[in-house]
Nanobody, 119 residues
Framework: QVQLVESGGGLVQAGGSLRLSCAAS????????MGWYRQAPGKQRELVTS???????NYADSVKGRFTISRDNAKNTVYLQMNSLKSEDTAVYYC?????????????WGQGTQVTVSS
């Protein structure tokens, strides 16, 4: 089991920055993939970025060069630094923890945090 608690969302003007945090209830060394997803109104949830337990990262094309995922292993926390925000970044952002198990994979989700970018 993994519990995830997100924080850091809010309202920001276009061009501004926000940092989201996701605190996990267990060592993130034991979690295969930590990621951030987002869901805008009327749209499907999409992957923003992810990081593996070995440190490799992956970014959606729409956020490359603007967003950065990082991890603090001592605090069991993953961060999402968002710079140069655009109105199209407005969404609910969800933290995800993925464990690979014998039968496949198991996903855990945070409660979500709203990010609103005003133009």
């Amino acid at each position: 089991q993994v519990q995830l608690v997100e924080s850091g969302g809010g309202l920001v003007q276009a061009g501004g920055s926000l940092r989201l945090s996701c605190a996990a209830s267990r060592s993130i060394f034991t979690i295969d993939v930590m990621g951030w997803y987002r869901q805008a109104p009327g749209k499907q949830r999409e992957l923003v970025t992810s990081t593996t337990s070995t440190g490799s990262t992956n970014y959606a094309d729409s956020v490359k060069g603007r967003f950065t995922i990082s991890r603090d292993n001592a605090k069991n926390t993953v961060y999402l630094q968002m710079n140069s925000l655009k109105s199209e970044d407005t969404a609910v952002y969800y933290c995800n923890a993925r464990l690979f198990i014998l039968s496949g994979k198991r996903d855990y989700w945070g409660q979500g945090t709203q990010v609103t970018v005003s133009s």
